[in-house]
């Protein structure tokens, strides 16, 4: 059966030359995909119609990286859940991180990943799995897996979604994985140097009396990670930039040529650590939520495009696990339902970001770091689309919550904006 989805405003954030004069029009979708882009179009007979008056249309949105609880901690959250809360929350592809128990680091458990695409599963059909492997058995941080065995499986890429500490391992890894153009995924922190801590060093830590964690944490990590990129030329992409200097290192470094791409989680752009006085272990994160300073440096390297996507990292978490003292908490928010509705209402109402560049930084980037062709709003593509409506008030309880985990600041807070469908036939 075909849909038509009518006068809905039309974000192509490659293409802007698809859409009409006006920015609204009709979409007609048949047999999975996008074959008519028009301002207005006679409904076909036993069309599915949708009246998408004062809602937004665009690509489906694309996560980086995100945390299945499944296999090892299910009661955190299942393959089922996740993907349930990808489509509520507009998202369209996922990459699960490797570091679940056991870790994603063989031919089978990538093979069994791709299994819940297949259609006969419980999972819906609007999400795709996207699994990235790990880069050493079991993710310990020790010993290589078999890369090129896992590539040819059909891993995403590479991360141990875990610092790694070992110069020595980088170097080689980024030697053995250059012919396997796939992507590698590197957080940088050196956990010395962070010491444990559980905000980020400054004077809110010391006001708010947590243990600091230094930015030279992530910068030092940073800057010996990129001259051994200046020295293989392995492209890299770095995951969970959250401090001023990895902004203007990873803007020198693209100055230089270097092949590196870079993503920052969606809460560091939201959130700093004024935000710690009630203590939230929602507000609990690895690494630390930024000064009010980083954080402003993040938005300024999101909008240069020196970071070139946001990246979700969701993780969730039992009540049992999060309810503790703000240091005890383990780190991580869940995101998928709420980052496009927070980040519009942060970025776009206020008028810093168009709804187009919002969009860019949700779907092309993140398929441009890891190498995919992005899904486009077009004639002949695909329909792997989100419609969105930043008009819809809600309370994000644990009733509407498609994810088993509640571990986030907005629980029983109002929301503004709600992803009224996702299409990925």
Request: aromatic share 6%.
């Amino acid at each position: 059966m075909a849909t038509l989805i009518q006068q809905a405003y039309l974000i192509d954030p490659v293409d802007p030359a698809t859409v009409s004069a006006e920015g609204i029009g009709d979409v007609l979708i048949e047999a999975g995909r996008i074959v008519a882009i028009t301002p207005h179009l006679t409904p076909p007979d036993n069309a599915d119609l949708i009246d998408a008056q004062g809602q937004f249309l665009g690509s489906g949105l694309i996560d980086l990286y995100s945390q299945s609880g499944e296999p090892g901690n299910e009661s955190r959250e299942t393959y089922k859940s996740i993907t349930r809360a990808a489509a509520a929350g507009g998202f369209t592809r996922i990459g699960l991180l490797p570091n679940t128990q056991p870790a994603v680091d063989s031919i089978s458990a990538i093979a069994a990943l791709h299994r819940l695409n297949q259609r006969d599963n419980q999972l819906p059909n609007q999400v795709k799995i996207m699994p990235w492997a790990a880069i050493t058995q079991s993710a310990a941080g020790e010993q290589l897996t078999e890369l090129a065995e896992l590539a040819e499986a059909g891993a995403l890429g590479f991360t141990d979604a875990l610092p790694l500490n070992n110069s020595a391992l980088i170097r080689r890894l980024l030697e053995y994985a250059q012919p396997l153009q796939k992507p590698i995924a590197l957080w940088p922190c050196d956990r010395k140097l962070a010491g444990g801590g559980a905000a980020r060093e400054g004077p809110d830590a010391l006001r708010l009396g947590l243990r600091g964690v230094s930015a030279i944490a992530e910068t030092a990590a940073l800057a010996a990670l990129l001259e051994c990129v200046a020295e293989i030329h392995t492209p890299v992409h770095i995951m969970r930039v959250s401090t001023a200097r990895s902004v203007s290192l990873l803007r020198q470094a693209k100055a230089q040529g270097l092949p590196v791409t870079a993503s920052v989680p969606w809460h560091h752009l939201v959130f700093d650590t004024h935000d710690l006085s009630q203590y939230d272990p929602s507000l609990r994160h690895d690494p630390p939520l930024g000064t009010p300073a980083d954080r402003q440096s993040l938005i300024a390297g999101v909008t240069e495009g020196v970071i070139d996507a946001i990246a979700v990292d969701h993780s969730a978490y039992t009540y049992e696990e999060k309810t503790v003292a703000f240091a005890a908490a383990p780190p991580g928010a869940i995101g998928l339902e709420l980052a496009l509705p927070v980040l519009w209402q942060t970025f776009v109402t206020s008028g810093q970001w168009s709804p187009v560049d919002l969009w860019h930084r949700l779907s092309h980037g993140p398929a441009r770091c890891l190498g995919l062709i992005p899904p486009y709003l077009k004639v002949g593509s695909p329909a792997e689309l989100t419609l969105f409506d930043p008009r819809i008030h809600w309370q994000a309880t644990a009733d509407c919550l498609h994810s088993l985990g509640r571990n986030t600041p907005w629980l029983g807070k109002p929301v503004q904006g709600k992803v009224v469908s996702t299409f990925n036939d």
